[in-house]
């Protein structure tokens, strides 16, 4: 029952019938992998897709510093579904992070189960579709805004105003301002007598101003630093987004190139036999 949830949890296969997943679920094959070991390599034939069913596994990109994690997944979650569909070369790398125990999906195997059943190879190319749908919504949708307006507009009142002493007294002004305003406190209880000076030497009261200043502008600025931060992050997942979209619109572009090349090569091709057999006749 457990591996018919874990099949059912993959969103290629949650349209199935209850009888379609079990048909599935039985031909999983166990995997076991060791802790570093790669469950497959960048450029492998693409032949079957994996399950976790306990365990993690890092999916890599390149290779020794050039290396990247894309992702970490962990128990029931699944990769490597494509293959199944194409059988194209694995885009990516899997390695087992810790001691991991997978199901595999044999390609081979699922492109019988899709034979036998034609109403299960339906509701898979349904699910297809919707994937194929979404991404050409995120392609025709823009994804870069203006993160910096929307952060402002959701500010409060008291957000609004540590922002403003945080600037304030990070600056000249505040340096100056405040300079001045000791030089004339001390020269003010120096000089003169009481009842007039009012702070004599050693200036406790104005020990005491500064310390609760300080006590009070600090959480100030550090609120001030932590909605910075907020708008760093919001600034960092909208470049992702950005450069994930930008990433797929060029990966389209040279897929096209490609298939554009491979027709016109084709092409080619018949015009020479064309020629040749042009040719041929001509000379008998």
């Known amino acids: 029952m457990e ?17 379609d997943l079990n048909a599935l679920a039985n031909k999983l094959r166990e995997v076991p992998v060791e802790a570093g070991r790669s469950v497959f390599a960048q450029g492998d034939e693409g032949d079957a897709m994996y ?26 979650q699944y990769f490597g579904e494509l293959s199944l569909l ?5 885009s990516a790398s899997a390695v087992a992070s810790r001691d991991t125990r997978l199901l595999a999906l044999e390609r081979d195997d699922f492109v019988a189960f899709i034979k036998k059943r034609p109403d299960a190879a339906l509701a898979i190319m349904h699910e297809v579709g919707e994937r194929i749908r979404a ?5 025709t949708r823009t994804v ?3 993160v910096l307006e929307e952060e402002d507009r959701k500010l409060t009142f008291g957000e609004r105003i540590a922002d403003m002493v ?27 007598r009481e009842p007039f000076a009012f702070d004599p030497l050693p200036f406790m009261f104005l020990n005491l101003f500064l310390s609760t200043l300080a006590a009070l502008q600090a959480p100030i600025i550090m609120m001030s630093q932590n909605r910075q931060a907020t708008k760093d992050k919001a600034l960092a997942v909208n470049d992702f987004q950005v450069n994930l979209k930008n990433e797929v619109a060029i990966d389209r572009i040279l897929r096209g ?3 554009v090349l491979q027709r016109l090569t084709a092409l080619e091709q018949r015009l020479a036999t064309v020629r040749a057999s042009g040719l041929d006749v001509a000379k008998s």
């Open 3 to 19: 591996r018919i949830e874990l099949v059912k949890a993959i969103p290629l296969f949650e349209s199935l019938e209850d009888d």
């Open 51 to 76: 399950v976790i069913e306990d365990g993690a596994v890092d999916i890599i990109a390149g290779s020794g510093k050039q290396k990247v994690i894309l992702a970490s997944l962990f128990k029931r």
């Open 135 to 139: 991404t050409n919504e995120l392609m």
């Open 257 to 259: 190139q490609g298939e």
């Open 86 to 90: 194409d059988g194209a070369p694995r």
């Open 144 to 146: 870069t805004r203006n």
């Open 166 to 192: 945080a600037v304030f007294g990070g600056s000249w002004p505040f340096i100056f301002l405040f300079g001045g305003f000791m030089v004339v406190w001390m020269l003010w209880n120096s000089l003169l």
